[in-house]
C-alpha cells in the first residue's frame, strides 16, 4: 500500500482525508502514466460524486486524456464496461460499505482488473509533477449513461435459466444498486421486493444494506420470501437471508458455491480461495467435501491475485465480496446473487438446505485510534496476541489487524467458547486503548 492509497483504493472523508486536489492528481497521473487515454467514470449516490468526479476528470483533461462519466453504476459494472469497451483505466467514485460523508476512489486497468499496489504506486509518484498539455492538445468530457445498460445485459445473461417463481427481497443500501438489481432480477423473472431502492447520497449505507441484514430479514419474514439479497453502496458485496431469517455472509456464500460448482464439473483445482479472516469451520467444511481452501491477507484485490496465479474458480471474504473469476474480474453482489438463485433452482430446494453450515463463534470489534501503525508494531500487543494464540491452540485463534481504509484497529477471536472469545476481545481492546492513549 502507498500512502493514499489502502487495500481498496483512497478513501476518506470528503474535503478532510479526500480532496478535490487529490482527485484532480489522480487524474492527471492517469494521463501521464499513459498517453491519451480513454478514461471511464462510474459512481454510487454520493452528492459528492459529481464534485469528485469533474476533479478526477479535470485531471486527466489537461493531460490529454478522454473522459467518459457513465454516472450511477455498481463498482463491478465499471470493471466490465471498461473492458467491454476497451478502456485504457476505469474509475470507480464509492466509499463501498461507508456512510455519505466518506467517499473513495477505486483504479481499474484495461482488463477490468484493480490496480495492483505498485500500480498505485506508481500512480503517487506522479503526484509530485503534473502534466498540462498546451491547447489544442487538452482532453474531452462527455457523459453516456447509456452504456450502462450494457451491464444489465451482461448480468441477465450469466443467469442459466429464469427465475420464475422465487421472491426474492433486495435491499439496495440507497446505493448504486438502487435500480438495477431490481430490474435485473425482474426481467429474469423473479418477484421482487424492492427495500432502500432510492437514490439517496445522504441515506447510503445508513442503517440498511449488508451491513444491517436485520432490515432484510424482518422484510423475508413479512413478505413470506423465498431469500434477501443485501448490497453495500457499490454493491460490490452480497450479504444474503434465507427463508427462515438465517444470515448468510461471505464465508457461507462461498462454502455453498464452491460445493455447487463442484458438482458441476466447474470448481478448478477443487480449491477455493478465503482470506486470513474465513471462519475455521468453512475450511473444515470443505474439506469434508473434498475442497481446499487458500488463505490470502484481507482485501478481495488479493483474493483475485491469488484466483488468477493459481487459475481458480471462485473466492471471496466474509464481508461479501465474492469473486467468480470465471464469469467477472472482481466482487459483484447482483451477479453473486443471481448464481446463488440459481443454485437454489437447480438444487431443488430451500435457500436453508442449501446452506447449513454452523459457524465457530467469532467475536469482531473496531477500535478507533489515532496512529494504527504505531499500534501495530506494538511490542506488548504482539506479545499479547501470541500468548492468546498459544492457550487457544487448535482449537481458535486471534487475529489483529490495522483497516485498511479507516484509522481502526480491528480485533477478531474465534474458538467453540463465545464467552471466551468476548472476554479476549475485551481484554485487546482495552489494551489498544491504552497504547494509543
Known sequence: MGLFFGTDGLRGKVNEDLTLDIAHKIGNALSILKENPKILIGSDTRISNTYLALGLASGAMSGGAKVVDVGVVPTAGVAYLTKKFNFDYGIVISAS????EYN??????????????????????????????AFPNIGTYTQDFNLVKDYKKFLIEASEKRLDGLTIVLDGAHGAAHRIAPEVFRKLGANVIASNCVDDGLKINDKCGALYPENLIKKVFRYKADMGFAFDGDSDRLIAVDEKGNIIDGDKIIWALGRYFKKLGRLNGNTVVGTSHTNMAIEEGLKKEGIDLIRTDIGDKYVLAKLIEKNLTIGGEQSGHVIIKDISTTGDG?????????????EKCKMSEAVNIELYPQVNKNVVVGDKFRIMNNEE???AVAKFNAQLGSNGRIMIRASGTEPKIRVMVESKDKAENERIADYMVSLIKRIDN
Not at 108 to 122: A, C, H, Q, T, V
Not at 334 to 346: D, H, K, P, R, S
Open 104 to 133: 473513495g476512489i477505486k483504479v481499474f486497468d484495461s482488463n477490468g482488473y484493480k490496480l495492483s499496489d505498485k500500480e498505485e504506486e506508481r500512480i503517487e509518484r506522479c503526484f509530485i509533477r503534473e502534466k498540462i498539455n
Open 381 to 383: 500487543l504482539g506479545k
Open 334 to 346: 447482483i451477479l453473486a446473487g443471481i448464481v446463488f438463485a440459481n443454485m437454489v433452482l437447480n
Open 97 to 100: 460499505h461507508n456512510s455519505g
